[in-house]
C-alpha cells in the first residue's frame, strides 16, 4: 500500500473523531426529534463524510513529510540530487502540471511516492535506496509514474471517492441503528444506548467495507500511472524498474514504510481486497501486452 494508507487511515481517524462530536453535540437527538428526516440526514452525512475525506487530503503532504522524514531537495547537494531535480522538472513540464516539491528519505529499500492536494503543489520523494539500486533509466519510469498520479489527479479522485462512501457509511449507520433501536429493542422512549453501540459497530464494518471501495479504485489507478511512466521513460524501462521493484519485495519494507512504498503488495483471498496496488506480475503483464 503506498500515499493512499495515510489518507484513508486519516480520514478514518477523522470520521470517528466528527461521528463522537455528531454524539455529543446532540445531533442525534436532534434528528430523532424530527422524526429521523432522510434527506435532511443525508445533508449531515454528506457534510461529515466529505469533511474527513478532505481534512485529510488537506494534511496528507504534511503528514506524508513527517512519517517518512523526508528531506526536501531546495538545493542539490550533489549531481544525483541536481539529476533528480532536473528530471522531475522536465516530466512535469511535459505532463503540464506544476513543479513538485522533490524530496529524499531514508530506506535502503528502492521506493517511492507523490502526494498532495493540488496538481500544482505536490511532493514527489524516492528513497536512498532507490537511487542506489536502479540504473537512471529506470528511476526516471518510477519517477514518470508519481507524476503520472499527480497529473491525473489520483489523491482528488480518491478523495472524492472516499468522500461518497463515508457519506453512505455515516448515513447507513444511523438508519441501522434507528432500526435495530426501535425494531429490535423496541425502545419508544427516545434513543438509548443501543442505538449509540449499533451505530458504532455499524459505522465500524461499514468503514472497512468502504475501504475495500477506495482500494479498489487504488488498484485501477496504479495501471494508468505505469503507463504514464512507460510513457515518460520507455516501456521497457518502466517494465525493468518494476521488475527491480519484484526483486527487492523479497525485503518487506516496515509497516509504515510499506504503507508508502511503488512496490505495492500481494496477496489472495480477503487480503487482496485491501491492497492500494496490484501485485508486480499483474503489472509487469499489464505493460507488456501493451508493447
Do not use: C
Not at 542539490?76 to 541536481?82: F, V, Y
Amino acid at each position: 500500500m503506498k500515499r493512499i494508507f495515510l489518507l484513508v487511515v486519516t480520514n478514518l481517524a477523522v470520521m470517528l473523531v466528527l461521528s463522537v462530536a455528531a454524539q455529543l453535540l446532540g445531533l442525534d437527538r436532534y434528528l430523532a426529534q424530527h422524526g429521523q428526516n432522510l434527506g435532511g440526514l443525508l445533508i449531515v452525512s454528506a457534510f461529515f463524510g466529505f469533511g474527513g475525506a478532505l481534512i485529510s487530503l488537506a494534511i496528507s503532504k504534511w503528514m506524508a513529510k513527517r512519517a517518512m522524514g523526508v528531506r526536501v531537495i531546495t538545493s542539490p547537494a550533489s549531481q544525483d540530487e541536481e539529476w533528480l531535480v532536473s528530471t522531475v522538472r522536465a516530466q512535469a513540464q511535459q505532463a503540464g502540471i506544476g513543479m513538485p516539491e522533490v524530496g529524499i528519505f531514508e530506506s535502503p529499500q528502492p521506493n517511492a511516492f507523490a502526494t498532495g492536494a493540488r496538481r500544482d503543489a505536490a511532493l514527489v520523494a524516492v528513497s536512498t535506496g532507490l537511487l542506489r539500486n536502479m540504473r537512471r533509466n529506470e528511476v526516471e519510469a518510477v519517477l514518470g509514474h508519481e507524476i503520472a498520479h499527480v497529473a491525473n489527479g489520483d489523491m482528488v479522485t480518491l478523495t472524492l471517492i472516499q468522500g461518497v462512501v463515508n457519506t453512505f457509511v455515516f448515513f447507513l449507520s444511523r438508519v441501522i441503528g434507528d432500526l435495530v433501536d426501535k425494531a429490535i429493542l423496541r425502545n419508544e422512549r427516545g434513543r438509548g444506548i443501543g442505538y449509540f453501540v449499533t451505530v458504532m459497530a455499524a459505522q465500524f464494518v461499514l468503514g472497512i467495507l468502504a475501504t475495500m471501495i477506495v482500494m479498489w479504485f487504488s488498484r485501477k489507478r496504479e495501471f494508468r500511472a505505469d503507463q504514464g511512466g512507460a510513457r515518460a521513460a520507455g516501456a521497457g524501462n518502466m517494465i525493468a524498474a518494476l521488475e527491480r521493484l519484484k526483486a527487492a519485495s523479497n525485503q518487506p519494507l516496515p509497516s509504515q514504510m510499506a504503507a508508502f512504498g511503488i512496490q505495492g503488495g500481494a496477496g489472495a483471498g480477503l487480503r487482496r481486497l485491501f491492497l492500494s496496488h496490484p501485485p508486480l506480475e499483474e503489472r509487469i503483464a499489464a505493460l507488456q501486452n501493451l508493447r
